[in-house]
Nanobody, 124 residues
């Protein structure tokens, strides 16, 4: 079975940082394009960013300059480094994977695999 497992969530004060990770098993990781999404209560799932097999990235405007994605193909893991966190970043964070690239990376319906999510809570 293909599994994506997130970790690294937690509670942090405004202005703080967290580093999320997502480990993939059951598939050839380096052939997958990876994305991060988040969803707050009562809101639709929001695309954060996408990183392809060559580590090219796309970011949502809301996180550009604060969040950084990277991937380690040898460890089948990709990361989301989050800096300068604020209350609007509070959400459940999910990693997702596609077998092929899509120009509509921000559309959650275009992803083949999903992790269970990890909660991020930002307080004052």
């Amino acid at each position: 079975q293909v599994q994506l497992v997130e970790s690294g969530g937690g509670s942090v004060q405004s202005g703080g940082s967290l580093n999320l990770s997502c480990t993939v098993s059951g598939y050839t990781y380096h052939r997958l394009g990876m994305a991060w999404f988040r969803q707050a209560p009562g809101k639709e799932r929001e695309g954060i960013g996408y990183i392809d097999w060559g580590s090219r990235t796309n970011y949502a405007d809301s996180v550009k300059g604060r969040f950084t994605m990277s991937r380690d193909n040898a460890k089948s893991t990709h990361y989301l480094q989050m800096n300068s966190l604020n209350a609007e970043d509070t959400a459940m964070y999910y990693c997702a994977a596609r077998i092929t690239w899509t120009p509509r990376w921000f559309d959650p319906g275009r992803y083949d695999f999903w992790g269970q999510g990890t909660q991020v809570t930002v307080s004052s």
